[in-house]
């Protein structure tokens, strides 16, 4: 069981309302004291469940209005004795019926918290492009898979892909924002090195690790599929990504690099297709992270802020799957027929 210290910090009279909610929403444990720092607030230490957490901490934020004097902490418990028991199913509201979607998840402030720092343009972040730019590009030269998965290890484009699904879940737009120009710096970064190593190394084109970024098939649009989900659903369950993080970077970055490396070295006709190949691929990650945070039942907190998240999430779905069954058309055209 996911266990959570919710810490209130707020004035005394709001103590009765959070006490309240914490016993509405079966909290393990609560205990107030006071604030050492402001004699006019108290402190609620809050053991809650996973179950119940999230509409918890909605009811909490609802709870504290326009103030702008409290603030709300969570913190990790690995565990507690003694371990509670088994919570029984009981009649709920709609906001404990969409919270319990996510049941076994983290809550959206937590989930957005990871994807905000995920999504940041900072040097750290560039520095782990340029990286695994130049290991993918020599990997793919030499033809050496080795090499070229550690490429897909130490690849950053993981984070601004969930931070882009997570922004049009809620209808963030700041988010969304942050993510695209994280991601296009990602990918430009990339694309411009790969591009420089084409023209100043010699590519060997019969590299089986480089002409397999230029093949372009349902296959790979199937894997892409798997890839963006099992990304999202590591995200929103807390699961360890590292592994998932390796998927999603072979579906990027490989055909990113390989893109500059054909066009430095002469080779547009290759290019196009390992253009293809990366399309198909942004394509199918954003629409299935997209899908698994609907159906986890991540959305905003408040009725006004879900009404416009359902809107972005109908426009940002429409697109990539648009733009995803274009891409399969082609797919088809290119495919030659045999037999």
Not at 60 to 68: A, I, K, P, V
Not at 69 to 83: G, K, N, S
Not at 235 to 245: D, E, W
């Amino acid at each position: 069981m996911s266990l959570r210290q919710i810490i209130v910090s707020a004035p005394k009279d709001a103590l009765p309302d959070i006490l309240r909610q914490a016993e509405e929403h079966e909290a393990l444990s609560t205990t107030a004291t006071a604030d050492l720092h402001n004699t006019d607030h108290i402190c609620v230490h809050i053991l809650a469940t996973q179950d119940h957490r999230q509409a918890l901490l909605d009811r909490l934020q609802s709870l504290m209005g326009t103030r702008d004097d409290w603030r709300i902490t969570l913190l990790p418990v690995e565990t507690t004795i003694p371990f509670p028991e088994k919570e029984k199913e009981e009649e709920e509201d709609d906001a404990t019926k969409d919270a319990r979607k996510n049941r076994g998840g983290q809550s959206r402030e937590e989930i957005y918290n990871n994807v905000w720092k995920q999504a940041q343009t900072d040097r750290n972040y560039l520095v782990f492009v340029v990286l695994s730019t130049v290991v993918a590009a020599f990997g793919m030269i030499a033809d050496n898979v080795a090499v070229v998965v550690g490429a897909m290890v130490i690849a950053p484009l993981l984070g601004p892909n969930l931070a882009l699904a997570v922004g049009v879940a809620l209808g963030d737009g700041k988010l969304m924002g942050r993510a695209i120009t994280t991601n296009a710096a990602g990918i430009a970064v990339a694309l411009a090195l790969s591009l420089l190593i084409g023209a100043v190394w010699p590519v060997d084109a019969a590299s089986k690790e480089l002409m397999s970024r230029t093949q372009v098939g349902f296959d790979g649009m199937a894997i892409a599929l798997a890839s963006g989900a099992a990304a999202a659903l590591s995200l929103v369950t807390g699961l360890s990504s590292a592994l998932v993080g390796v998927m999603v970077a072979v579906a990027l970055l490989p055909p990113t690099a390989a893109i500059g490396l054909f066009l430095g070295a002469g080779h547009p006709e290759f290019a196009l297709g390992a253009a293809l190949l990366l399309c198909v691929n942004v394509a199918c990650v954003n629409l299935a992270a997209q899908v698994v945070m609907l159906s986890r039942g991540i959305t905003p907190r408040t009725w006004f802020e879900k009404k416009q998240a359902r809107r972005s999430s109908l426009i940002n779905g429409g697109i990539w799957l648009g733009l995803l069954i274009a891409l399969a058309v082609l797919l088809w055209v290119r495919t030659p027929v045999t037999g």
